[in-house]
T-cell receptor
Framework: QKEVEQDPGPLSVPEGAIVSLNCTYS??????FMWYRQYSRKGPELLMYTYSSGNKEDGRFTAQVDKSSKYISLFIRDSQPSDSATYLC????????FGKGTRLHILP | EPEVTQTPSHQVTQMGQEVILRCVPI?????FYWYRQILGQKVEFLVS????????KSEIFDDQFSVERPDGSNFTLKIRSTKLEDSAMYFC??????????????FGSGTRLTVV
């Protein structure tokens, strides 16, 4: 079983819609959970983080972690065309492990 | 905002040649990393570096790879004899610490390595 599983997409949604992205993982030692955004041919950019289980909100973005189910989510409200990118879930024990990334297209 | 700087942005090299990828981490950061991303695949951990030595390395980081912090600002990845399968984006990252307040790494924009 792979350590971090993420549907690669692509996921296309109309502008203004709520986007839901998620990952599952197998290593119960992970304590820190992150979402990175990556534009084409650029490095990953940290968007959100959470420590252990719970929710965190930052503007239009909400990150959720359910450690009992080993499941993390990122919600984007009022999606914009500029949100079009690849979104990588990531988890950390002593190093960051990434999911494969979900390509998101927001259609104007 | 402080940045991690990587040079060159694109390197083309012949198979069997040595390449050195360069990174300038954020100045007050103490932990340094190299990751790579083969086209269409996930970002993979290569190596972590702290206090002038390797902390951890992945199976990918074999004897062909080495890292060095030759001075107080640069952090380099050397591939001694490149293979076609080394073609990838290589990302350098740094972080100040490993505690809860330093959970995320700052990544550079990457070096695209093409081995021909």
């Amino acid at each position: 079983q792979k350590e971090v599983e993420q549907d690669p997409g692509p996921l296309s949604v109309p502008e203004g819609a709520i986007v839901s992205l998620n990952c599952t993982y197998s290593n119960s030692a992970f304590q820190y959970f992150m979402w990175y955004r990556q534009y084409s041919r650029k490095g990953p950019e940290l968007l959100m983080y959470t420590y252990s289980s719970g929710n965190k909100e930052d503007g239009r973005f909400t990150a959720q972690v359910d450690k009992s189910s080993k499941y993390i989510s990122l919600f984007i409200r009022d999606s914009q065309p500029s949100d079009s990118a690849t979104y990588l879930c990531a988890m950390r024990d002593d190093k960051i492990i990434f999911g494969k990334g979900t390509r998101l297209h927001i259609l104007p | 905002e402080p940045e991690v700087t990587q040079t060159p942005s694109h390197q083309v090299t012949q198979m069997g040649q040595e390449v050195i990828l360069r990174c300038v981490p954020i100045s007050n950061h103490l932990y340094f990393y190299w990751y790579r991303q083969i086209l269409g695949q996930k970002v993979e951990f290569l190596v972590s570096f702290y206090n002038n030595e390797i902390s951890e390395k992945s199976e990918i980081f074999d004897d062909q790879f080495s890292v060095e912090r030759p001075d107080g600002s640069n952090f380099t990845l050397k591939i001694r004899s490149t293979k076609l399968e080394d073609s990838a984006m290589y990302f350098c990252a740094s972080t100040r610490g490993q505690g809860a307040a330093n959970y995320g790494y700052t990544f550079g924009s990457g070096t695209r390595l093409t081995v021909v």
